[in-house]
């Protein structure tokens, strides 16, 4: 009988330390408990360093440049051609009688003189190309111009500045002949050659009494200041 009981004592003893190492071991091998947070941790790892690629990504490159949707397409330099024309570039022009004033005044000094201003009214500079044609009433014919009186260098007018041509209207004398008044005059321009078409012409009032012309009528060329003019 004694001999059974401890058997017994045995028995459970052993089923009791096989049981205790059993949960142990099924404790420490565990798939869903440590290991499981290790999975999460790296997968979390995994993340971050996307992330920060994505940020790298997006900021500029070490020579500061943008992704091609932040850089404007190239439209050349971006500046407007000027050359010889300046910064606004507008070319250099003709002067006729849309882009300038004229201003015809009789003159004390010489007698029986006519003093023409014309003004750059435009925004480029333009050109006094040899001599003004002049036109009194109804006339047919241009005057003559007065040779000695031409200039070394062509008139040229920046935007506001003047030049000057005087116009001999009568002889001082009396010695002319076919002298009459006239109330209207028409100034036109000419270009740098004969075959340029410069359409527009200017059309200055005259006094009230208008002009007295005679056939010994004529003009200067076109002169860089007004004593120069007056001075024929």
């Not at 028995?11 to 999460?40: H, P, Q």
């Not at 995994?46 to 943008?66: C, F, I, L, N, Y």
């Not at 439209?75 to 070319?91: A, C, R």
């Not at 002298?179 to 410069?198: C, I, M, N, P």
């Amino acid at each position: 009988m004694s001999s059974i009981r401890a058997s017994r004592i045995r028995l459970l003893t052993a089923a009791a330390t096989v049981a205790v190492a059993a949960f142990s071991l099924t404790a420490c091998n565990d798939g869903e408990g440590v290991r499981s947070e290790g999975s999460s941790a790296g997968a979390s790892s995994t993340a971050s360093a996307s992330g920060s690629s994505s940020q790298e990504d997006a900021k500029p490159g070490a020579d500061g440049s943008k992704s091609a949707t932040d850089v404007p397409a190239a439209s050349g330099n971006g500046k407007t051609g000027t050359g010889k024309s300046g910064t606004s570039g507008k070319k250099d022009v003709t002067c006729q009688g849309s882009n300038t004033k004229t201003v015809a005044a009789p003159l004390n000094r010489p007698v029986n003189h006519m003093l023409l201003t014309v003004t750059n009214t435009g925004s480029s500079t333009c050109y006094l190309y040899s001599y003004p044609a002049v036109s009194f009433g109804e006339a047919q014919s241009v005057p003559p111009v007065i040779e000695d009186s031409k200039p070394q260098a062509v008139v040229t007018l920046a935007p506001g500045e003047s030049g000057y041509s005087s116009v001999n209207l009568s002889a001082a004398d009396g010695s002319g002949k076919n002298g009459h008044t006239e109330k209207s005059l028409a100034v036109y321009f000419q270009g740098r050659t004969a075959d340029e078409d410069v359409p527009s012409a200017a059309h200055p009032p005259l006094p009230a009494k208008g002009a007295y012309i005679d056939d010994s009528l004529k003009v200067t060329y076109w002169q860089q200041s007004m004593d120069d003019a007056i001075s024929w």
